[in-house]
């Protein structure tokens, strides 16, 4: 496919690297050459100065033969106009970024009188992801799949849940259940679960199945699966908006601390229930003086990878019931990690993700469509939710009968408002949705699990 990107941000350039190793003709636009310098000598892609919203040079970009034109500015409004003036030009597809609450309420309306295929919120996305997490405090995270039929939550694997030392085998024998452990990763090595895998402590397992079973089986465990009823928030981001309005809604009170004192006027107006202190997050007296440890979760939403990995080292040292961090730069994300802060939500890969099932989705747009992408431990492994087509080759055939590639699982079907986890004797039909994790393969359609 033909793709143009405009934007060469912290979404832009994560998106081009991402799509670059994927069989892709690419072009990256943005005004700044020294921005584009990097992208030019890391990927293998064509860099092009000058504004996505000209038509000069959207034309050298070759849009008129554009499968797909993304536009990841940091503006809303260069956004809408570069994907208007693409469509007009030929472009195929167009995504746009979004992020204004304003103009995110309106995007129905903005797909339909301006086209656009696609709208992308980082931080709504951000936000819902950390309200998930909230949600069950044991995981570090949690995705869901089948709108909202299949949940895959990851989770370390501790002492004292029974789990470390028995083969998955014996534990379900011994505790019949209606969830699969999908992945799991070990010293840095990530494995597909067989019946036969022993996991141990300390290692970070996902498991897959409905929210019911899900909660079953973590209740089984002994590990508490919610009741998360206050959250602090530094930070007060646009992700601290979206959060507050989407935890509200499950009785959670929120408390938002923001330095800027326009900032925590305009919050206070937005967020009427919301307790919104004014001051310095950092500071041990202010911290000490507000009580902002003493929440049962923590969420640090700066725009400073710095703050937000001290001030989640400090409040894991505090005892906090669940922290979580918003991280963008690799080697932060090692450290938090590093430190016992597991729950780390990076917008950038969020909406790569997005974006990334999008592509894939419009490459087999005949076949069993790709309706949704997951990339837990840092790509080493993906969860992807495809639809069943017609043209899927194996309908109606027992799984055990299925040649699947090495390093491959189906791990859940959606059927009729159903979840199911598969034994080898389930088949997979027309209009399924059907999760498949997959160790180090590219997956554009649901024909190519098998060898």
Same mark, same amino acid.
């Given at each position: 496919?033909?793709?143009?990107?405009?934007?060469?941000?912290?979404?832009?350039? +994560?998106?081009?690297?991402?799509?670059?190793?994927?069989?892709?003709?690419?072009?990256?636009?943005?005004?700044?050459?020294?921005?584009?310098?990097?992208?030019?000598?890391?990927?293998?892609?064509?860099? +092009?100065?000058?504004?996505?919203?000209?038509?000069?040079?959207?034309?050298?970009?070759?849009?008129?033969?554009?499968?797909?034109?993304?536009?990841?500015?940091?503006? *809303? &409004?260069?956004?809408?106009?570069?994907?208007?003036?693409?469509?007009?030009?030929?472009?195929?597809?167009?995504?746009?970024?979004?992020?204004?609450?304003?103009?995110?309420?309106?995007?129905?309306?903005?797909?339909? !009188?301006?086209?656009?295929?696609?709208?992308?919120? @980082?931080?709504?996305?951000?936000?819902?992801?950390?309200?998930?997490? #909230?949600?069950?405090?044991?995981? =570090?995270?949690?995705? +869901?799949?089948?709108?909202?039929?299949?949940?895959?939550?990851?989770? @370390? $694997?501790?002492?004292?849940?029974?789990?470390?030392?028995?083969?998955?085998?014996?534990?379900?024998?011994?505790?019949?259940?209606?969830?699969?452990?999908?992945?799991?990763?070990?010293?840095?090595?990530?494995?597909?679960?067989?019946?036969?895998?022993? @996991?141990?402590?300390?290692?970070?397992?996902?498991?897959?199945?409905?929210?019911?079973?899900? /909660?079953?089986?973590?209740? /089984?465990?002994?590990?508490?699966?919610?009741?998360?009823?206050?959250?602090?928030?530094?930070?007060?981001?646009?992700?601290?908006?979206?959060?507050?309005?989407?935890? !509200?809604?499950?009785?959670?009170?929120?408390?938002?601390?923001?330095?800027?004192?326009?900032?925590? #006027?305009?919050?206070?107006?937005?967020? @009427?229930?919301?307790?919104?202190?004014?001051? *310095?997050?950092?500071?041990?007296?202010?911290?000490? /003086? &507000?009580?902002?440890?003493?929440?049962?979760?923590?969420?640090?939403?700066?725009?400073?990878?710095?703050?937000? #990995?001290?001030?989640?080292?400090?409040?894991?040292?505090?005892?906090?019931?669940?922290?979580?961090?918003?991280?963008?730069?690799?080697?932060?994300?090692?450290?938090?990690?590093?430190?016992?802060?597991?729950?780390?939500?990076?917008?950038?890969?969020?909406?790569?993700?997005? $974006?990334?099932?999008?592509?894939?989705? #419009?490459?087999?747009?005949?076949?069993?469509?790709?309706?949704?992408?997951?990339?837990?431990?840092?790509?080493?492994?993906?969860?992807?939710?495809? +639809?069943?087509?017609?043209?899927?080759?194996?309908?109606?055939?027992?799984?055990? *009968?299925?040649?699947?590639?090495?390093?491959?699982?189906?791990?859940?079907?959606?059927?009729?408002?159903?979840?199911?986890?598969?034994?080898?004797?389930?088949?997979?039909?027309?209009?399924?949705?059907?999760?498949?994790?997959?160790?180090?393969? =590219?997956?554009?359609?649901?024909?190519?699990?098998?060898?």
């Amino acid at each position: 496919m033909k793709i143009i990107i405009i934007g060469n941000g912290k979404v832009g350039y +994560t998106l081009a690297r991402q799509l670059s190793g994927e069989d892709h003709d690419l072009v990256l636009i943005d005004r700044s050459a020294a921005a584009l310098q990097n992208a030019d000598s890391t990927l293998d892609i064509l860099c +092009t100065e000058g504004s996505g919203a000209s038509i000069k040079v959207l034309l050298e970009a070759g849009v008129r033969q554009a499968d797909l034109v993304i536009a990841v500015t940091g503006s *809303d &409004e260069l956004n809408i106009v570069c994907c208007l003036i693409a469509k007009k030009l030929g472009a195929r597809h167009t995504v746009a970024r979004i992020r204004s609450p304003e103009y995110y309420r309106e995007a129905n309306l903005l797909k339909r !009188e301006i086209g656009l295929n696609m709208i992308i919120n @980082p931080e709504f996305a951000a936000a819902a992801e950390i309200s998930r997490i #909230l949600r069950v405090p044991s995981a =570090f995270s949690v995705e +869901t799949f089948a709108r909202g039929l299949v949940e895959l939550i990851g989770f @370390p $694997i501790m002492e004292s849940d029974g789990l470390a030392g028995l083969s998955l085998f014996e534990y379900n024998k011994k505790h019949p259940n209606g969830v699969l452990m999908c992945a799991a990763v070990r010293g840095g090595v990530v494995h597909v679960p067989n019946g036969r895998f022993v @996991p141990q402590v300390g290692d970070k397992a996902y498991m897959i199945g409905s929210t019911q079973e899900l /909660a079953k089986f973590f209740r /089984a465990l002994g590990r508490d699966s919610g009741h998360v009823r206050s959250v602090t928030a530094l930070g007060g981001s646009r992700i601290a908006t979206y959060l507050t309005w989407a935890v !509200e809604k499950v009785g959670m009170k929120v408390r938002i601390v923001e330095q800027d004192h326009a900032k925590c #006027l305009s919050l206070s107006e937005q967020l @009427p229930n919301a307790q919104v202190i004014e001051g *310095d997050g950092t500071d041990s007296d202010f911290i000490e /003086a &507000e009580g902002l440890l003493g929440s049962d979760a923590f969420v640090a939403l700066t725009n400073r990878d710095e703050e937000n #990995l001290l001030m989640a080292m400090t409040a894991q040292r505090h005892g906090v019931k669940k922290v979580i961090a918003k991280m963008n730069r690799p080697n932060y994300i090692e450290m938090m990690r590093e430190s016992g802060v597991d729950s780390i939500i990076s917008p950038k890969l969020i909406t790569a993700n997005q $974006i990334s099932a999008y592509v894939r989705s #419009l490459a087999r747009s005949e076949g069993s469509a790709v309706e949704n992408l997951y990339k837990p431990l840092g790509g080493a492994i993906e969860a992807v939710e495809f +639809t069943a087509s017609p043209n899927t080759k194996f309908l109606d055939t027992p799984l055990k *009968d299925l040649r699947l590639k090495p390093g491959m699982l189906v791990a859940a079907i959606a059927r009729e408002g159903r979840t199911i986890i598969p034994d080898g004797s389930a088949s997979i039909h027309a209009g399924d949705r059907v999760v498949v994790m997959a160790k180090s393969l =590219f997956l554009r359609d649901l024909n190519d699990i098998l060898q």
